[in-house]
């Protein structure tokens, strides 16, 4: 079987890394990662996440399965930090996932047994991966307008007539806020206008919150989503810790059913059980257990919500920078849009020939369309940076 497997080509985003890696150019930047830096370059491990650990580490008595849902202290931490009490209890149910990803399979395989080959409207662009991982479960995807590549904003026109043309067979994906990889969100208006085509329509909206504290902190990041969620009967809310705790490798996520009443969301819950069992039978500990201490006590809470506004803030004062040193450079280029940007990517829209250009003249990694992490500039690259930008945009 497997010498007649074709080789698959290789991840594009952790592709650019490797080659950055062996780039031996000491003026290299790279640009392409999806994980936050601080100034340094470094990708840290949030005090509060070290504290719990240790907290954890010596009160730790056994590594016996968890519930295929997760704990039920992870679950109620999870559905506060999504909804703040704006939906009634009973009308949503957490299962814990290994990391965004897994959320985004198990929504996968749990719509596919409803709507076996159904097809997920996926924005365009998006993150490489929502286009693998629904027809991985059996269903097809289509795109629908998203971003204006003459604006560099929401095209939100051609976005709202597509989305009305769809029925109740459909799903669609919508980033929460954070949009990867534009950086261009829904204002509170246009997520209304989404609500009431979705509440009209009878599609199933699925949510992608990945990015949960990195547009403009924990709370005003999540007011799209329940402009949405109160207004819808039926969503999937697919989140993760990876970004916002710093929890990429320990694979910490959740999958949250919101129904109609009670009924319906238990007998989805019981569906998505059967979901996570046969993909993952229960899911990974650690991770959730420091999720759950961080949200579970107030000290550190506190302390984690500091640090998410630090992650933010150098975020936006990263943007800010290379936008004033492209306006300083380019005073012909309009920048507003890229500095109405949101969350770790912000997207130069750039021809295919000036990302190649960048990185064969300058050593400068981005990922195809010029989609670069914000946070992956650090502040001594920000001239040369701006200097290289200014000659190709
Ligand atoms: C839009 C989007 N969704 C989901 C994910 C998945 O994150 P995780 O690492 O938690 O699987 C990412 C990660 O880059 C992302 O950008």
């Known amino acids: 079987m497997f010498k007649d497997f074709a080789l698959a080509p290789a991840d594009p985003i952790l592709g650019l890394t490797a080659a950055y890696r062996a780039d031996p150019r000491a003026e290299k930047v790279n640009l392409g990662v999806g994980v936050f830096m601080d100034e340094t370059g470094t990708t840290p491990v949030l005090r509060a996440v070290k504290d719990a650990e240790s907290a954890l580490l010596a009160a730790e008595t056994s590594k016996s399965y968890l519930p295929i849902a997760g704990t039920d202290g992870f679950r109620a931490a999870v559905?506060?930090?999504?909804?703040?009490?704006?939906?009634?209890?009973?009308?949503?149910?957490?299962?814990?996932?290994?990391?965004?990803t897994g959320a985004l399979a198990a929504a996968a395989h749990l719509v596919?047994?409803?709507?076996?080959?159904g097809r997920v409207w996926i924005p365009d662009p998006t993150w490489g991966n929502h286009k693998a991982i629904f027809p991985a479960a059996g269903l097809s995807t289509a795109a629908y307008p998203y971003f204006s590549r003459t604006t560099r904003g929401v095209d939100f026109d051609a976005c709202a007539a597509t989305l009305s043309t769809l029925g109740p067979d459909a799903v669609v994906l919508l980033h929460a806020c954070c949009h990867n990889p534009t950086g261009a969100d829904?204002?509170?208006?246009?997520?209304?206008?989404?609500?009431?085509?979705?509440?009209?329509?009878?599609?199933?909206?699925?949510?992608?919150f990945a990015y949960q504290g990195?547009?403009?902190g924990l709370a005003e990041d999540r007011a799209g989503l329940l402009a949405l969620l109160t207004r819808v009967p039926e969503?999937?809310?697919?989140?993760?810790?990876?970004?916002?705790?710093?929890?990429?490798?320990?694979?910490t996520g959740a999958i949250t059913l919101v129904g109609e009443d009670a009924g319906a969301t238990a007998r989805a819950e019981s569906q998505a059980k059967q979901v996570a069992r046969t993909l993952w039978s229960n899911p990974p500990k650690h991770g959730a257990a420091?999720?759950?201490?961080?949200?579970?006590d107030d000290a550190r809470r506190t302390a984690w919500e500091g640090e998410v506004a630090a992650m933010c803030g150098r975020i936006r004062g990263m943007r800010a920078a290379l936008v004033e040193g492209?306006?300083?450079?380019?005073?012909?280029?309009?920048?507003?849009?890229?500095?109405?940007?949101?969350?770790?990517?912000?997207?130069?829209?750039?021809?295919?020939?000036?990302?190649a250009r960048l990185r064969e003249e300058k050593a400068i990694y981005m990922v195809a369309g010029g989609r670069i992490n914000v946070a992956g500039l650090?502040?001594?690259?920000?001239?040369?940076?701006?200097?290289?930008?200014?000659e190709v945009l």
């Open 79 to 100: 559905a506060r930090l999504l909804f703040a009490g704006a939906l009634p209890a009973e009308r949503t149910a957490v299962l814990q996932a290994p990391g965004g």
């Open 112 to 117: 596919v047994r409803a709507r076996p080959g």
């Open 186 to 208: 829904f204002t509170l208006p246009q997520w209304e206008e989404v609500a009431r085509i979705a509440a009209e329509r009878g599609w199933l909206p699925v949510v992608d």
């Open 214 to 216: 990195f547009g403009e």
């Open 235 to 251: 969503a999937i809310v697919c989140s993760s810790f990876s970004k916002n705790m710093g929890l990429y490798a320990e694979r």
């Open 290 to 296: 420091v999720a759950e201490a961080i949200l579970s």
């Open 326 to 355: 492209l306006r300083t450079r380019r005073g012909d280029v309009d920048f507003a849009a890229l500095a109405a940007q949101k969350g770790m990517f912000s997207y130069l829209a750039l021809p295919d020939g000036a990302v």
């Open 378 to 390: 650090l502040p001594r690259q920000l001239d040369y940076v701006c200097d290289s930008l200014a």
